[in-house]
């Protein structure tokens, strides 16, 4: 199962990040405790790929956000330094 959101940057995935961050490190902490059985590592493995996929969606939506945030602030000063 994918998510629809993963496929447009646009838009914000339904877990937050922070939630979707600590699942992924609970998913990893168990992995690496053994214990399972291999099914059950099978599928511990596929959520951590989906909370993975998650959390590189949130921050790609904020690195643009950032980026955004800089050519605003360079046009704003580009703009500036012409008025002088």
Known sequence: ????SADDPG???EVPYEQAREELAEVVSRLEAGGTTLEESLTLWE?????????????DGARARLERAQQRAAQRDDRGAGAE
């Open 1 to 4: 199962m994918t998510d629809p």
């Open 11 to 13: 838009t914000t995935p």
């Open 47 to 59: 959520r951590g790929e989906e909370l993975a996929a998650i959390c590189q969606q949130w921050l």
